[in-house]
């Protein structure tokens, strides 16, 4: 909402590559690679699950956590915010920058990316949170124009308070049926 050129990007892509609304369906929206990369830099910078795996206690005896010993009862975590907004591990990564998930971005480390977390507890629901997301930008920006309301300023995502999950301000947008 805040990038004017991926949004007439995203919605030109969806709005070429359907005829009628009918063909928006699960199967069809995941070939469409802009909307899939920019829901990808929308979770980068704002991930729903910005502190994902929540805390895990090191058991009784210590363990050895990516080459450091951590003592036993410590809790352990993955802050992805400040992984994801790091110049260490992504190119300029305060900016919406949807190509990056394309074609790349020089000095981008992709791997980081792991928004449903990884292992044997890794999101259960994911594919489902896929589809729910293509489908529903998808037909949304198949149908409407949305901007900004008339004199309200759409939040950097950064700005809005986060206790393992987001406190999210209201996102008060105009919504005109296309012609
Ligand atoms: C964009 C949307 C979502 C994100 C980013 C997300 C992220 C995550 C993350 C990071 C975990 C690991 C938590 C941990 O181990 O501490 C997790 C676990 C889980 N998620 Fe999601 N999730 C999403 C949507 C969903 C949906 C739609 C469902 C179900 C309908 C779901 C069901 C679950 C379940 C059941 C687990 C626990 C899996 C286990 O412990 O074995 N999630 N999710």
Not at 100 to 120: A, C, K, T
Not at 157 to 165: E, L, M, R, V
Request: charged share 20%; hydrophobic share 40%; proline share 6%.
């Amino acid at each position: 909402m805040r990038n004017h050129g991926a949004l007439n990007k995203v919605e030109s892509e969806i709005r070429n590559a359907f005829v009628v609304d009918s063909e928006i369906t699960i199967a069809s929206v995941a070939d469409l690679d802009y909307l899939n990369a920019v829901i990808q830099e929308g979770i980068r910078l704002g991930p729903p699950a910005a502190i994902g795996p929540i805390p895990r206690v090191v058991p009784a005896g210590g363990a050895e956590i990516c080459g450091q010993w951590v003592t036993a009862g410590t809790h352990v975590s993955l802050n992805q915010y400040p992984a994801y907004r790091s110049s260490t591990n992504f190119t300029r990564p305060e900016e919406f920058i949807p190509e990056r998930f394309i074609e790349g971005l020089e000095g981008d480390i992709l791997s980081v990316f792991e928004p449903f977390s990884v292992g044997r507890h890794k999101c259960l629901g994911r594919k489902l949170a896929w589809v729910e997301m293509r489908l529903t930008l998808a037909r949304l920006l198949y149908s409407f124009d949305i901007r900004p309301a008339r004199g309200y300023q759409v939040l950097d995502y950064a700005k809005q308070q986060i206790f393992i999950f987001w406190v999210k301000e209201p996102l008060i947008v105009s919504l005109r049926l296309r012609e």
